[in-house]
Every structure is written in structure tokens, then in C-alpha cells.
């Protein structure tokens, strides 16, 4: 009797060992509902953007746009990341350090910055996040502040809305290269994408050259 049972349990465990692996769902980008592969431009636009350091200094912009391509035809296959399009240029108007006696900024971004998604859509939404940023602040004036930026942010795109949310608040960016500032900005310092109290998610427009960015 006690062969059978061991019998029973042996073949149980082998259809367990030979039980296929659950994969993976795997996700398309489209563009317009078509899924072929290329590159289509897009253009997001904020009407403003409030950012803050870990220690409480304010920067402020009146607008953003960030342009780029969607890889239409892209797939990712949560939980891991993959790459879905790329911004490859970006401009800041009207940004303002108030705390250091009003002083007005450029930003220009260095290299590209990578959209990466890495959950599965929930009602059209699905979350990522936009890594490879690197970018220079500096004062209109010069040498009065200067500093670079990189790091990464979270973000949630809702497909329904076509809006980019650029949903931070744990301080990913890291402060570097810092020249002047006052003692305001010491390298080492982070930065958040999202200012203010209480904290929101800065909001962008999203619009490509192709229709509407959907994930089948």
C-alpha cells in the first residue's frame, strides 16, 4: 500500500515539475489603433510646472513642452520595463527661483530621456517611468547659479485623457556641478518634480503627429 502511495506522490510531483510556467502578458503601443512598427512624433505641453529641492526651494515654471517619438509597435511585458518612446527635446519658459532673489533659469536637456512602461493598463491607465534625465539649470544671470540635474521619475499615462502625469514626490533627482547659488543648492541636494502643498502631479498634454497613444 505505502508503493502506491509513494507511486501517487511521485507522479504528482512530476506533473507539477512538467506544469508550463505561467508567461508573462505581453502589451503593444499603438498609435491611431495601428501597431506598426515606426516612430511617431509627439508633443506634450504643461501650463506649468512646480519643482522643489529636499530642503524646500521652490522653482516654478509657467510652461513646458517636451517633444519626441512613440515607438509605435513597441511591446513591454510588466513587471518588466521596457522602452516605448523617447523625448528627445524639451523647452522651459518662465522658470523662476524665487528664494534666490528672483532669479530667472534656463533649462536645456542633455541627451534623451527614455519613457519606459512597466505595468499592466487598468481602464486604459498604465504607469512607467522616464529615466536617462539629465539636464542643466542655469541662471539668466551668469554665475549667479548653476547646477545639473539627472535622475529618474514616475509617471501615469492615462490613454483615455491622452494626458502624461508626471507623478514624483520621493525626491529621485539628484543635484550635481552646483557653481554660486547663495549656499541655496549644494550638490547633493534632490530635486522633486512635483512642488507645492499639498503635492500634485504636474499634468501634460499629449498629442501625436498620428492620433491617439493606446495599449492593446
Given at each position: 500500500?505505502?508503493?502506491?502511495?509513494?507511486?501517487?506522490?511521485?507522479?504528482?510531483?512530476?506533473?507539477?515539475?512538467l506544469a508550463p510556467a505561467a508567461s508573462a502578458t505581453t502589451y503593444t503601443v499603438a498609435v491611431g489603433g495601428s501597431?506598426?512598427?515606426?516612430?511617431?512624433?509627439?508633443?506634450?505641453?504643461?501650463?506649468?510646472?512646480?519643482?522643489?529641492?529636499?530642503?524646500?526651494?521652490?522653482?516654478?515654471?509657467?510652461s513646458s513642452i517636451l517633444r519626441g517619438d512613440v515607438l509605435r509597435g513597441a511591446t513591454f511585458s510588466p513587471p518588466?520595463?521596457?522602452?516605448?518612446?523617447?523625448?528627445?527635446?524639451?523647452?522651459?519658459?518662465?522658470?523662476?527661483?524665487?528664494?534666490?532673489?528672483?532669479?530667472?533659469?534656463?533649462?536645456?536637456?542633455?541627451?534623451?530621456?527614455?519613457?519606459?512602461?512597466?505595468?499592466?493598463?487598468?481602464?486604459?491607465?498604465?504607469?512607467?517611468?522616464?529615466?536617462?534625465?539629465?539636464?542643466?539649470f542655469h541662471s539668466v544671470v551668469d554665475d549667479r547659479c548653476e547646477y545639473d540635474v539627472t535622475g529618474t521619475v514616475?509617471?501615469?499615462?492615462?490613454?483615455?485623457?491622452?494626458?502624461?502625469?508626471?507623478?514624483?514626490?520621493?525626491?529621485?533627482?539628484?543635484?550635481?556641478?552646483?557653481?554660486?547659488?547663495?549656499?541655496?543648492?549644494?550638490?547633493?541636494?534632490?530635486?522633486?518634480?512635483?512642488?507645492?502643498?499639498?503635492?500634485?502631479?504636474?499634468?501634460?498634454?499629449?498629442?501625436?503627429?498620428?492620433?491617439?497613444?493606446?495599449?492593446?
Amino acid at each position: 500500500m505505502m508503493r502506491f502511495a509513494k507511486a501517487a506522490a511521485l507522479a504528482a510531483g512530476t506533473l507539477l515539475t512538467l506544469a508550463p510556467a505561467a508567461s508573462a502578458t505581453t502589451y503593444t503601443v499603438a498609435v491611431g489603433g495601428s501597431t506598426t512598427v515606426g516612430n511617431v512624433p509627439f508633443t506634450a505641453t504643461t501650463g506649468g510646472v512646480e519643482m522643489s529641492t529636499n530642503y524646500g526651494l521652490p522653482l516654478t515654471c509657467t510652461s513646458s513642452i517636451l517633444r519626441g517619438d512613440v515607438l509605435r509597435g513597441a511591446t513591454f511585458s510588466p513587471p518588466t520595463a521596457s522602452v516605448i518612446a523617447t523625448i528627445t527635446d524639451s523647452t522651459w519658459t518662465g522658470c523662476l527661483q524665487p528664494t534666490i532673489f528672483n532669479t530667472q533659469f534656463t533649462i536645456t536637456q542633455v541627451g534623451t530621456w527614455n519613457v519606459k512602461a512597466d505595468s499592466s493598463p487598468v481602464d486604459g491607465v498604465f504607469t512607467g517611468t522616464i529615466t536617462n534625465i539629465d539636464a542643466e539649470f542655469h541662471s539668466v544671470v551668469d554665475d549667479r547659479c548653476e547646477y545639473d540635474v539627472t535622475g529618474t521619475v514616475d509617471y501615469t499615462f492615462d490613454s483615455n485623457t491622452q494626458t502624461l502625469n508626471i507623478d514624483e514626490g520621493n525626491f529621485a533627482l539628484t543635484i550635481s556641478n552646483v557653481v554660486g547659488c547663495f549656499g541655496e543648492v549644494m550638490d547633493g541636494d534632490l530635486l522633486d518634480f512635483t512642488g507645492g502643498w499639498p503635492m500634485q502631479p504636474t499634468t501634460y498634454a499629449f498629442s501625436t503627429t498620428g492620433g491617439n497613444v493606446t495599449v492593446q
